[in-house]
């Protein structure tokens, strides 16, 4: 049971990324994914998740407009879409998973498994 995240990386203000979470076991097969990121000295923020039953996603309202969650289950790989990346951003961002709910947990303790962090810098 393992999740892998990938794709971080050095880039400028206005730039894009696309970050991976690959995940293996079969676990995730019925899981929710969620993308979450922790800025140094800040508290870890829930970013987004998208659902199993129906690949439907929610962005939190500090990133709504500019990243976007999707899935290729097929790959048994979630994707963070990272567009207009501004320095605030810059973080280590985490992938998540847990049980299916139509409860939307934004709170890091609901989720238990964790895959590595992958950073991300923007400079200005």
């Known amino acids: 049971v393992q999740l892998q995240a990938s794709g971080g990386g050095l880039v400028q203000a206005g730039g894009c990324l696309r970050l991976s979470c690959v995940y293996s076991g079969r676990t995730f097969s019925r899981s929710d994914m969620a993308w979450f990121r922790q800025a140094p000295g800040a508290e870890r923020e829930f970013v987004g998740r998208?659902?199993?039953?129906?690949?439907?996603?929610y962005i939190a309202d500090a990133v709504k407009g500019r990243f976007t969650i999707s899935r290729d289950s097929a790959k048994n790989t979630m994707y963070l879409h990272m567009n207009n990346l501004k320095p605030e951003d810059t973080a280590l961002y985490y992938c998540?998973?847990?049980?299916?709910?139509?409860?939307?947990?934004?709170?890091?303790?609901?989720?238990?498994?964790w895959g590595q962090g992958t950073q991300v810098t923007v400079s200005s």
């Open positions: 998540a998973a847990r049980t299916s709910t139509r409860v939307l947990l934004t709170g890091g303790r609901y989720w238990p498994y």
């Open positions: 998208i659902t199993w039953s129906d690949d439907t996603a």
